[in-house]
Protein backbone atom coordinates (compact mmCIF):
# COMPACT_ATOMS: atom_id res chain seq x y z
CA UNK A 1 0.00 0.00 0.00
CA UNK A 2 1.11 3.51 -0.51
CA UNK A 3 1.31 6.79 1.38
CA UNK A 4 -1.72 7.49 -0.29
CA UNK A 5 -3.67 5.38 -0.04
CA UNK A 6 -2.97 5.06 3.58
CA UNK A 7 -3.54 8.32 4.03
CA UNK A 8 -7.05 8.13 2.29
CA UNK A 9 -7.36 4.64 4.29
CA UNK A 10 -7.16 7.09 7.62
CA UNK A 11 -9.24 9.85 6.80
CA UNK A 12 -12.11 7.29 5.37
CA UNK A 13 -11.92 5.42 8.70
CA UNK A 14 -11.73 8.75 10.82
CA UNK A 15 -14.11 10.91 9.33
CA UNK A 16 -17.48 11.11 10.69
CA UNK A 17 -19.01 11.91 7.65
CA UNK A 18 -18.34 9.57 4.37
CA UNK A 19 -15.55 12.09 2.73
CA UNK A 20 -16.30 12.71 -0.56
CA UNK A 21 -13.34 11.90 -3.67
CA UNK A 22 -13.19 15.81 -4.12
CA UNK A 23 -12.73 16.18 -0.37
CA UNK A 24 -9.86 14.19 -0.13
CA UNK A 25 -8.15 15.21 -3.05
CA UNK A 26 -8.57 18.53 -1.59
CA UNK A 27 -7.45 17.84 1.83
CA UNK A 28 -4.19 16.14 0.20
CA UNK A 29 -3.76 18.12 -2.52
CA UNK A 30 -3.54 15.18 -5.35
CA UNK A 31 -5.24 14.90 -8.38
CA UNK A 32 -8.80 13.62 -8.25
CA UNK A 33 -7.75 10.72 -10.39
CA UNK A 34 -4.93 9.86 -8.40
CA UNK A 35 -7.66 9.76 -5.53
CA UNK A 36 -10.08 7.63 -7.72
CA UNK A 37 -7.21 5.26 -8.55
CA UNK A 38 -6.41 4.74 -4.60
CA UNK A 39 -9.66 4.65 -3.82
CA UNK A 40 -10.27 1.74 -6.35
CA UNK A 41 -7.13 -0.42 -5.12
CA UNK A 42 -8.21 0.02 -1.58
CA UNK A 43 -12.13 -1.46 -2.58
CA UNK A 44 -10.13 -4.29 -4.03
CA UNK A 45 -7.64 -4.70 -1.10
CA UNK A 46 -10.65 -4.87 1.05
CA UNK A 47 -12.45 -7.37 -1.45
CA UNK A 48 -10.83 -10.12 0.10
CA UNK A 49 -11.90 -12.79 2.49
CA UNK A 50 -9.03 -11.62 4.99
CA UNK A 51 -10.66 -8.81 6.24
CA UNK A 52 -13.99 -8.15 8.16
CA UNK A 53 -14.44 -4.85 6.54
CA UNK A 54 -14.62 -3.38 3.22
CA UNK A 55 -14.61 -0.27 1.76
CA UNK A 56 -18.02 1.41 0.43
CA UNK A 57 -19.43 4.21 -1.42
CA UNK A 58 -22.13 5.66 0.91
CA UNK A 59 -24.03 9.01 0.30
CA UNK A 60 -21.37 10.06 -2.34
CA UNK A 61 -19.08 9.32 -0.30
CA UNK A 62 -16.74 6.66 1.29
CA UNK A 63 -16.98 4.69 4.74
CA UNK A 64 -15.50 1.37 6.39
CA UNK A 65 -18.31 -0.67 7.23
CA UNK A 66 -18.21 -4.71 8.39
CA UNK A 67 -18.72 -7.15 5.69
CA UNK A 68 -22.29 -8.64 5.51
CA UNK A 69 -21.65 -12.27 6.42
CA UNK A 70 -19.92 -10.86 10.04
CA UNK A 71 -23.31 -8.59 10.63
CA UNK A 72 -24.57 -11.33 13.28
CA UNK A 73 -21.51 -11.93 15.17
CA UNK A 74 -21.45 -7.96 15.17
CA UNK A 75 -24.69 -7.71 16.74
CA UNK A 76 -24.21 -10.37 19.44
CA UNK A 77 -21.03 -8.70 20.46
CA UNK A 78 -22.80 -5.28 20.68
CA UNK A 79 -25.37 -6.94 22.54
CA UNK A 80 -23.44 -7.31 25.52
CA UNK A 81 -22.00 -4.20 25.68
CA UNK A 82 -22.96 -2.13 28.67
CA UNK A 83 -24.70 1.39 28.09
CA UNK A 84 -22.38 4.46 27.55
CA UNK A 85 -22.42 6.01 31.49
CA UNK A 86 -24.41 9.60 31.52
CA UNK A 87 -24.19 11.74 34.64
CA UNK A 88 -25.29 15.11 35.17
CA UNK A 89 -23.42 18.28 35.83
CA UNK A 90 -23.37 17.50 39.77
CA UNK A 91 -22.22 14.21 38.85
CA UNK A 92 -19.43 14.77 36.35
CA UNK A 93 -18.56 18.01 38.72
CA UNK A 94 -17.94 16.00 41.62
CA UNK A 95 -16.46 13.03 39.72
CA UNK A 96 -14.15 15.59 38.83
CA UNK A 97 -12.89 16.70 41.77
CA UNK A 98 -12.58 13.00 43.11
CA UNK A 99 -10.35 12.22 39.95
CA UNK A 100 -8.05 15.38 40.43
CA UNK A 101 -7.11 15.13 44.31
CA UNK A 102 -7.61 11.55 45.42
CA UNK A 103 -7.77 10.46 47.70
CA UNK A 104 -10.41 12.75 49.35
CA UNK A 105 -13.25 12.77 51.58
CA UNK A 106 -16.94 14.02 51.39
CA UNK A 107 -16.39 17.32 53.81
CA UNK A 108 -13.30 18.27 51.49
CA UNK A 109 -15.58 17.59 48.37
CA UNK A 110 -18.48 19.33 50.13
CA UNK A 111 -15.66 22.15 50.92
CA UNK A 112 -14.43 22.32 47.19
CA UNK A 113 -18.23 22.21 45.55
CA UNK A 114 -20.04 24.24 48.29
CA UNK A 115 -22.71 22.05 48.25
CA UNK A 116 -23.85 18.57 50.06
CA UNK A 117 -22.35 15.45 47.47
CA UNK A 118 -23.39 12.87 49.46
CA UNK A 119 -26.23 11.95 47.14
CA UNK A 120 -23.55 12.00 44.09
CA UNK A 121 -21.60 10.11 45.48
CA UNK A 122 -23.59 7.28 46.04
CA UNK A 123 -24.94 7.90 42.25
CA UNK A 124 -20.88 7.49 41.29
CA UNK A 125 -20.30 4.30 44.15
CA UNK A 126 -23.70 2.75 41.66
CA UNK A 127 -21.67 2.96 38.53
CA UNK A 128 -18.84 1.65 40.00
CA UNK A 129 -16.67 4.46 38.76
CA UNK A 130 -15.50 5.45 42.37
CA UNK A 131 -14.78 3.47 45.13
CA UNK A 132 -14.01 3.98 49.18
CA UNK A 133 -9.67 3.70 49.80
CA UNK A 134 -10.13 3.56 53.68
CA UNK A 135 -10.56 6.01 55.87
CA UNK A 136 -8.42 9.44 56.57
CA UNK A 137 -6.60 9.18 60.01
CA UNK A 138 -8.11 12.84 61.27
CA UNK A 139 -10.74 12.91 63.42
CA UNK A 140 -13.95 11.00 62.73
CA UNK A 141 -12.37 8.94 60.12
CA UNK A 142 -14.76 10.22 56.93
CA UNK A 143 -14.17 7.86 54.06
CA UNK A 144 -11.55 8.75 51.38
CA UNK A 145 -12.87 8.23 48.09
CA UNK A 146 -10.96 7.56 44.68
CA UNK A 147 -11.53 6.78 41.02
CA UNK A 148 -11.87 2.97 39.38
CA UNK A 149 -11.13 0.96 36.49
CA UNK A 150 -14.20 1.42 35.38
CA UNK A 151 -13.52 5.38 35.45
CA UNK A 152 -10.72 4.53 33.25
CA UNK A 153 -12.66 2.79 30.25
CA UNK A 154 -15.46 4.92 30.41
CA UNK A 155 -13.20 8.01 30.09
CA UNK A 156 -10.50 6.39 27.55
CA UNK A 157 -7.75 6.50 29.90
CA UNK A 158 -4.93 4.11 30.37
CA UNK A 159 -4.12 5.99 33.91
CA UNK A 160 -4.70 8.94 36.31
CA UNK A 161 -1.35 10.36 34.53
CA UNK A 162 -3.51 10.99 31.35
CA UNK A 163 -5.77 13.32 32.92
CA UNK A 164 -5.19 16.62 31.27
CA UNK A 165 -3.39 18.81 33.22
CA UNK A 166 -5.49 22.46 34.46
CA UNK A 167 -3.17 24.88 32.61
CA UNK A 168 -4.24 22.53 29.33
CA UNK A 169 -7.39 23.06 30.08
CA UNK A 170 -7.22 26.62 30.45
CA UNK A 171 -5.43 27.18 27.43
CA UNK A 172 -7.73 24.86 25.54
CA UNK A 173 -10.72 27.17 27.20
CA UNK A 174 -8.56 30.38 25.75
CA UNK A 175 -9.27 28.75 22.59
CA UNK A 176 -12.39 28.62 22.53
CA UNK A 177 -12.72 24.92 23.95
CA UNK A 178 -12.05 23.82 19.90
CA UNK A 179 -10.52 20.45 19.64
CA UNK A 180 -11.40 19.29 22.70
CA UNK A 181 -12.94 15.64 21.97
CA UNK A 182 -12.68 13.69 25.28
CA UNK A 183 -14.22 13.62 28.27
CA UNK A 184 -10.98 14.17 30.24
CA UNK A 185 -10.72 17.95 29.17
CA UNK A 186 -14.62 18.08 30.54
CA UNK A 187 -13.13 16.59 33.99
CA UNK A 188 -10.46 19.12 33.60
CA UNK A 189 -12.69 21.91 32.88
CA UNK A 190 -15.41 20.83 35.96
CA UNK A 191 -12.02 20.39 38.54
CA UNK A 192 -10.44 23.88 37.72
CA UNK A 193 -12.59 25.69 39.81
CA UNK A 194 -15.46 24.78 42.35
CA UNK A 195 -18.79 25.10 40.46
CA UNK A 196 -20.98 28.06 42.31
CA UNK A 197 -22.32 27.09 45.70
CA UNK A 198 -25.92 27.03 47.00
CA UNK A 199 -27.40 25.03 43.81
CA UNK A 200 -31.18 24.46 44.65
CA UNK A 201 -32.56 21.56 46.11
CA UNK A 202 -34.16 19.85 43.51
CA UNK A 203 -30.80 20.21 41.16
CA UNK A 204 -29.01 18.16 43.84
CA UNK A 205 -31.94 15.55 44.17
CA UNK A 206 -31.95 15.08 40.14
CA UNK A 207 -28.17 14.78 40.73
CA UNK A 208 -28.45 12.17 43.12
CA UNK A 209 -30.90 10.54 40.83
CA UNK A 210 -28.50 10.30 38.20
CA UNK A 211 -30.48 12.32 35.57
CA UNK A 212 -28.33 13.50 33.03
CA UNK A 213 -28.05 17.34 32.64
CA UNK A 214 -25.53 17.68 29.09
CA UNK A 215 -22.17 18.77 28.86
CA UNK A 216 -20.62 21.75 31.36
CA UNK A 217 -19.40 24.66 30.81
CA UNK A 218 -16.58 26.18 30.87
CA UNK A 219 -15.52 26.74 34.85
CA UNK A 220 -17.17 28.95 36.48
CA UNK A 221 -16.33 31.52 39.08
CA UNK A 222 -14.95 29.72 42.83
CA UNK A 223 -17.60 29.01 45.35
CA UNK A 224 -19.23 31.68 47.99
CA UNK A 225 -20.78 30.63 50.93
CA UNK A 226 -24.06 28.79 51.16
CA UNK A 227 -26.81 31.68 51.44
CA UNK A 228 -28.33 31.89 54.88
Not at 137 to 145: A, F, H, R, S
Not at 156 to 184: N, V
Amino acid sequence: MNELQSAIEAIIYAAEEPPTAAQLAAALAVERTHVDAAIEALTARYASDDYGVELRAVAGGFRMATKPQHHESVRQFLKHLKPPVRLSLAALETLAVIAYRQPITLPEIREIRGVDAAGVINTLLDKKLVTTAGRKEVIGKPILYRTTREFLLQFGLSGIKDLPTLKEFEEMAQAGLEGMEAAPAELAAVAAEAPAAGRADKEEQAAAAGEATGVPAPPPAPPEPDPA
